[in-house]
């Protein structure tokens, strides 16, 4: 079955690129739209973009200006870098699959990034 | 952009209890609203999509309903497993927007 799993530095500094790969194993990266959501220490979910799998992007207006997606279907990735982070960016980061219908059928189990001098 | 607010923020009930969450959107969306349930530490999980479409897998004690700007999630008998954190999504627009959520507890 499909599986999705987060990777990427655990501790981030102010100012600079938060940079995240999600892994797709166990199918194809192909034919399917992929976001990332967040979710602060005690918060709720924040969405924060989706690709398709040819590379066509769509990012949430609140965080547009410091987002950009990147996919790899030979490596059956996808990637985030989110750049002048601050303590606010700390969260647990999600990658996740949208079914036929567009709802988020395959979630990563998450990664905590911590923005921290 | 469109606005997702759930109500109550907070439920408790007993097991075996009937559970209703509301989720209003603030323009009208179709029926393109998911339902996730989430358990402190875990990945949310997709229960309902299509607004009462059930995902694969899924206990049939859950249900959703709605079209337009109000949808409900149901779950008829609460059982232990249940008690977690359930956030609705609308997907109608190029924003996938979550409601802030609501947090079912043990009365």
């Known amino acids: 079955q499909v599986q999705l799993q987060e990777s990427g530095p655990g501790l981030v500094k102010p100012s600079e690129t938060l940079s995240l790969k999600c892994t797709v194993s166990g199918g194809s990266i192909s034919g399917y739209y992929w976001s990332w959501i967040r979710q602060p220490p005690g918060k709720g979910l924040e969405w924060i973009g989706y690709?398709?799998?040819?590379?066509?992007?769509n990012y949430n207006p609140s965080l547009k200006s410091r987002v950009t997606m990147s996919v790899d279907t030979s490596k059956n990735q996808f990637s985030l870098r989110l750049r002048s982070v601050t303590a606010a960016d700390t969260a647990v980061y999600y990658c996740?699959?949208?079914?036929?219908?567009?709802?988020?059928?395959?979630w990563g189990l998450g990664t905590m990034v911590t923005v921290s001098a | 952009d469109i606005q997702m607010t759930q109500s109550p923020s907070t439920l408790s009930a007993s097991v075996g209890d009937r559970v209703t969450i509301t989720c209003r959107a603030s323009?009208?969306?179709?029926?393109?609203l998911a339902w996730y349930q989430q358990k402190t530490g875990k990945a949310p999980k997709l229960l309902i999509y299509?607004?009462?479409s059930l995902e694969s897998g899924v206990p049939s004690r859950f249900s959703g309903s709605g079209s337009g700007t109000e949808f409900t999630l149901t779950i008829s008998s609460l059982q232990p497993d249940d008690f977690a954190t359930y956030y609705c999504q609308q997907y109608s627009t190029y924003s996938r927007i979550f409601g802030q959520g609501t947090k079912v507890e043990i009365k």
């Open positions: 996740a699959r949208h079914n036929f219908s567009g709802a988020f059928d395959i």
């Open positions: 690709i398709y799998y040819s590379g066509s992007t």
């Open positions: 299509k607004a009462s």
């Open positions: 323009q009208s969306i179709s029926s393109w």
